[in-house]
């Protein structure tokens, strides 16, 4: 990275987007860095180990930034549309996500609620294994990033049309969530598997990956001039009473119902909720 900041500064110094890239790339080097010894001399403490990784995985996204700006230049007019912003949306929650997975693994590697996993200190709900809860939220996380992520190659071949570049990202992407979320299925029902708990943080990574780049890539390549809505074609009456019903069951709101109602039944049930 240090030779790549050089080659950057020296060839690239009068673009301003790929020298900006490259020096948040070298901030967040620095911060690995200290981060790294940080976890060092602390023993691998839960919450050095988390924040080390998500350093890590900014580290690599902030790599990627550069790479795109380098491979594509720079559009007349950035785009700041609802597929931006989906994909704005996409990122910071397969982030969260990252560092959740990062969260379960650590308490995996300690006794449950062990003088190493601080959010048991000082519970007010003594009877609840925080394990149960973290694993839970995990899954339940990892769903919801699932159906954005599918919900995002969708909208690309409808928002981005034409865009090869985008809709080969956005297609691998979706590719990965899919694999990743049989793997973690698999990592479910075998227990402790080191070779499938491997292949799941690696396939972690890729995918964090991907997403990053679809997001710098949206936010890189121009949008293609759509068609205006008045000279668009009427969608027929079945997919407007179809939209229209979607409406009325407002499903962004029932969906945060359902997590929170999922997590209250999770406390009464002491673990995982049976499917009866």
Not at 35 to 51: D, E, Y
């Amino acid at each position: 990275l240090v030779v790549l900041a050089a080659l950057v500064y020296r060839l690239r110094r009068g673009e301003r987007r790929v020298t900006t890239a490259m020096t948040i790339t070298l901030g967040l080097l620095g911060l690995q860095v200290v981060l790294g010894g940080v976890t060092v001399l602390l023993n691998n403490v839960s919450w050095t180990v988390v924040m080390h990784y998500g350093a890590a995985a900014a580290l690599l996204a902030a790599v990627l930034l550069i790479v795109v700006r380098l491979a594509f230049p720079e559009a007349e007019t950035r785009p700041r549309d609802a597929y931006v912003r989906l994909v704005t949306w996409l990122a910071g929650i397969t982030y969260g996500l990252l560092l959740m997975g990062a969260t379960v693994a650590t308490t995996d590697s300690h006794e449950s609620c062990g003088k190493s996993f601080p959010l048991c200190k000082g519970s007010v709900i003594p009877s609840v294994d925080h394990h149960v809860v973290i694993h839970m939220a995990h899954r339940v996380w990892a769903g919801i990033a699932l159906v954005l992520a599918l919900w995002t190659w969708r909208q690309t071949s409808r928002l981005r049309p034409g865009v090869w570049h985008l809709e080969l990202a956005a297609r691998g992407m979706a590719s990965l969530f899919l694999a990743q979320a049989a793997v973690g299925v698999a990592v479910v029902e075998a227990g402790e598997n080191s070779v499938l708990e491997v292949l799941h943080s690696s396939l972690a990574s890729l995918t964090w990956l991907a997403v990053a780049t679809l997001l710098w890539m949206a936010r890189t390549l121009p949008a293609p001039q759509l068609v205006p809505s008045g000279d668009a074609p009427d969608r027929s009456q079945a997919r407007t009473i179809v939209a229209d019903y979607m409406t009325l069951l407002k499903p962004r709101i029932m969906v945060l119902i359902l997590i929170t109602a999922y997590g209250a039944m999770a406390f009464a049930a002491d673990g995982l909720p049976s499917a009866g």
